[in-house]
């Protein structure tokens, strides 16, 4: 049974840091392209940071220079540093899973997501 399970969320103040984790059982994690998504009350999921199988990282313009994603394939972990946090970077966080076979995407895992709020 494929497992993504988040943690690290909760309540910071703007300017603060917030660490997510988020661990996978159940996949051959090294071979998957993790993402980090969120989700704003009445609003779309949008995609904040993807590292590849092979490392390579990309972010959303809003969160570049601020957030930083990594993973450590031994312990199935991937991270994502949050800092100078903004309101508007309140929001349901998901970490997913894929992997693409030929090109196409065959294998789509989700967490449940951890919630990050950001008040003064």
């Known amino acids: 049974q494929v497992q993504l399970v988040e943690s690290g969320g909760g309540l910071v103040q703007p300017g603060g840091s917030l660490r997510l984790s988020c661990v996978a059982s159940?996949?051959?994690?090294?071979?998957?392209?993790i993402g980090w998504y969120c989700q704003a009350p009445g609003k779309q999921r949008e995609l904040v940071a993807t590292?590849?199988?092979?490392?390579?990282?990309n972010y959303r313009d809003s969160v570049k220079g601020r957030f930083t994603i990594s993973r450590d394939n031994a312990k199935k972990t991937v991270y994502l540093e949050m800092n100078s946090l903004k309101f508007e970077d309140t929001a349901v966080y998901y970490c997913n899973a894929e992997r693409r076979i030929g090109g196409i995407k065959t294998f789509d895992y989700w967490g449940q997501g951890t919630q990050v709020t950001v008040s003064s």
């Open positions: 590292i590849t199988s092979t490392g390579s990282t």
């Open positions: 159940g996949i051959t994690f090294s071979m998957y392209n």
